[in-house]
């Protein structure tokens, strides 16, 4: 019975493999790619196979390095994945001759284990959109981690560190995220953003709907969070509120580049800015921490930030020997 498994898993992996080269065919016709849909459709286990082999054909252009005749792979070949797409670059007959064979030596290297999930990240000042295979999109914001998994007829997320907007394309299977204690079932066509803070999940819905516990134990304790609303949800439970488009707005400003400041205190705004830049920012002298800004600003340009802090407030900054800059007030 395992060798049986084992054969059929192989099967699978294979036929995965084939329809991710298949699919990056600039010659791929609409047949193929109904074929291919009827195929993915068949079972969970076809379209995990094929979302694993095709993080692997992503990182084709370096498997292409070790071509016959190399004495060893280039060093980036085993890199972090930076985007699940399928990337188009010319096939030599060795290349085509060797695609599936490729994904799979990469998928088998322990580049990527589905068991475990896809892990997407950013690194500090970092931003990235991932596009699933079901056309769900998830934007993540600075120094951020999901693990994406297709399993028991649910699509799942789970945010480990960070901030992300997701977008629930229409599908049979639930989209559910799950983000420290609090757990969300999106609904079709549904935008919201999650970012975990120390008090909690912070969740702000920009479009559609989402269901807080999706499963509760009585039907009527559903939470349902509606557009225009923002919750922060803990083990303790829930509190939420309503907000106007322009502080969705302003709290999403990060998808482009930028800090909305709107009445926040010099330390909101400092540890903001922290969250974007390794140099750092401190405030040295507590008195001034409660002077309350407005703007726009780069995310990743705290000294324009502290030159208009210290241009509009009494307020002087001076630079560290470890590069930290360092605010205090101008006697």
């Not at 493999?17 to 079972?43: G, H, I, K, Q, Y």
């Not at 979302?51 to 792979?73: I, K, Q, T």
């Not at 699940?84 to 599936?100: C, D, I, N, V, Y």
Request: net charge positive; charged share 30%.
């Amino acid at each position: 019975m395992e060798r049986e498994t084992g054969s059929r898993r192989e099967t699978v992996r294979q036929a995965a493999a084939l329809w991710v080269v298949r699919l990056d065919d600039p010659s791929c016709s609409a047949a193929d790619r109904a074929a291919f849909e009827a195929w993915r459709d068949e079972s969970h286990e076809n379209e995990a196979a094929f979302e694993r082999e095709a993080a692997a054909w992503a990182r084709l252009d370096r498997v292409r390095a070790m071509r016959p005749g190399m004495d060893r792979p280039d060093r980036d070949l085993l890199a972090p994945e930076r985007r699940l797409t399928l990337p188009r670059f010319s096939r030599s007959p060795w290349a085509r001759g060797m695609a599936a064979v490729a994904v799979a030596a990469v998928v088998g290297a322990g580049v990527m284990t589905f068991g475990s999930g896809t892990a997407y990240a950013t690194a500090i000042g970092e931003r990235r959109v991932v596009v699933l295979s079901d056309n769900s999109r998830i934007e993540l914001n600075t120094d951020s981690k999901v693990v994406v998994r297709y399993r028991k007829g649910v699509r799942e997320v789970k945010l480990l560190r960070g901030e992300a907007v997701f977008e629930a394309a229409k599908d049979a299977r639930p989209f559910v995220i799950k983000a420290a204690d609090a757990v969300m079932q999106a609904d079709a066509g549904a935008e919201m953003a999650v970012r975990l803070r120390s008090d909690g999940a912070a969740v702000t819905v920009k479009r559609g709907a989402v269901a807080l516990d999706p499963e509760p134990a009585e039907p009527k304790d559903q939470v349902r969070l509606t557009a225009g609303v923002a919750a922060i949800y803990s083990s303790a439970g829930h509190r939420s509120r309503v907000v106007s488009d322009s502080e969705i707005d302003r709290a999403l400003a990060w998808r482009q580049g930028a800090i909305a400041l709107n009445g926040q205190s010099l330390e909101q705004a400092v540890a903001e800015f922290n969250r974007y830049n390794r140099q750092q920012i401190s405030i040295a002298d507590p008195s001034i921490s409660g002077l309350r800004l407005a703007g726009y600003f780069q995310t990743t340009e705290p000294k324009s930030f502290v030159a208009a802090v210290t241009s509009t407030f009494p307020v002087r900054a001076f630079e560290d020997s470890d590069g930290a800059i360092r605010l205090s007030r101008r006697g």
